[in-house]
Structures are given as structure tokens and as C-alpha cells.
């Protein structure tokens, strides 16, 4: 059985430098990772919640690997990095392949800490809400990952909840159209959206703890995001 592994980086570029590193990134980096037999998913810059010089990557491999050496394969000691986390994941309800997300768009990171034995009620309330979940909001379900316990760097993350709780961490990522969409979609309208918003606020209260911060699509080929957010 083929085993794919995703890595999710966050990484502190230097003051101003994000776009920069960003571009080296896309560019060298996704090089360094296709020689070392992986691919780039994506670079996100920040929206709403986290720093203005952090960006968010997604490496994947058709393989078993350390969160430490895809982190080496993609940065390689670039010196615009002033820190960087990385933490392997694997992929549970989706993604079901590694195509990479392409649209410009609203991408939330949401990460989880759930209790083990309210994972299995979790995953079926994601699998019922998402179809109606998409349909109501021109959004998409990119993917929603386990994390492995494979990660770099020491000590807690209060990001993604690494080293402060037990259980089973993941990280969910939609994309919307715009922020105007992520706003709309916590206010339900109609009996179908109420249904959609019960199921998701259901798996929201079996958690320990959640946390969300939106990002946009560096590597996206439709538009660029010129906005200033942070």
C-alpha cells in the first residue's frame, strides 16, 4: 500500500522578506523538493490571525518521511528564515490524491484537538456536513489531515496545539471564495444550511481545543492577492 505523507511548514520569513522567500520557495524550493522525490502543495501568506511576515507551505510525499528532512528539502538554510516549524500529517478524509489547490481564495487553517474517543463521531459529522457544507457556500473542503507526532522544533505551539494536548490533532483547510463567504457560512439560512451548521457545530463542541487563522494562495494560477491584510 502506497503511503503519502503531507508536511505543513510555518515559517517566520524576515521582516518584509515573506514575499520574497515566498518566490525562492515556489521557485528553488519546489526544485529541492521534486529532487527529493516530493512536491510543493502550496504556499499561503496571512489574511486574518497570524503574523504579516508568516507564510504557511504544504510539501507532500508518495512516501514515508520526517518532518525534518522535508523541512531541509524545501528551505535548505535559506537566510530569510527566522524560524520555522514543520509537522507531518496524514491525509484521513481527504485529500484523496495530491493534486494541489490552484484558485485564489479564502483558505482557513483550522486545527483540532480531539479527544480519541470522539475522533470516529468527528470524521462521520465531516464526511455528512461537507456536501451541503460546498454546495451552500461556492467553497471547498481541501482536505483535513491527522497529525502524525512527527514534528520539528521543541517545546509547545500554540498554532497548532503541538505539545499542549493529548489526543488527536488535525488540521482542516477550506478554501471560500472570499472573506465575505467565510463570514456568510457561519450564519445559516434556510433548513438545509441549519442542518449543515448542527452537524458542524456538533464536531466543534466534541473538541478539546480549535483554533483558525485565513490565509490566500501564494502559488495560486488564477490571480494574485494584492491586498494588504495584516
Known amino acids: 500500500m502506497t503511503v503519502t505523507t503531507f508536511v505543513h511548514h510555518r515559517i517566520d520569513a524576515a521582516p518584509r522578506h515573506w514575499q520574497a522567500l515566498a518566490d525562492r520557495l515556489a521557485g528553488g524550493g519546489a526544485q529541492r523538493l521534486a529532487e527529493a522525490g516530493g512536491s510543493l502543495y502550496g504556499i499561503w501568506r496571512s489574511q486574518i490571525g497570524r503574523p504579516r511576515d ?22 535548505a538554510r535559506d537566510p530569510d528564515v527566522r524560524r520555522v516549524r514543520s509537522e507531518a500529517m496524514v491525509p484521513t478524509l481527504r485529500p484523496t490524491d495530491t493534486t494541489p489547490p490552484t484558485r485564489q481564495g479564502n483558505y482557513a487553517f483550522r486545527w483540532f484537538a480531539t479527544p480519541e474517543p470522539h475522533w470516529p463521531e468527528f470524521l462521520d459529522l465531516c464526511a455528512a456536513a461537507w456536501p451541503g457544507f460546498e454546495d451552500a457556500y461556492d467553497s471547498q473542503v481541501v482536505g483535513l489531515w491527522q497529525a502524525s507526532g ?30 465575505a463567504m467565510w463570514e456568510r457560512s457561519k450564519l445559516p439560512e434556510g433548513a438545509a444550511e441549519a442542518q449543515v451548521r448542527e452537524k458542524l457545530s456538533r464536531r466543534y463542541d466534541l473538541c478539546d481545543w480549535t483554533v483558525v487563522s485565513t490565509a490566500t494562495l501564494l502559488t495560486a494560477v488564477d490571480r494574485r492577492d494584492t491586498a494588504r491584510w495584516t
Request: charged share 25%; no cysteine; hydrophobic share 40%.
Open 54 to 75: 508568516e507564510l504557511q507551505a504544504i510539501s507532500v510525499w508518495p512516501k514515508t518521511i520526517t518532518a525534518a528532512v522535508a523541512e531541509q528539502a524545501l528551505l
Open 150 to 179: 512527527d514534528r520539528t522544533g521543541n517545546g509547545d505551539d500554540e498554532a497548532s496545539g503541538a505539545g499542549r494536548f493529548g489526543g488527536v490533532r488535525s488540521l482542516l483547510l477550506t478554501r471560500r471564495p472570499n472573506l
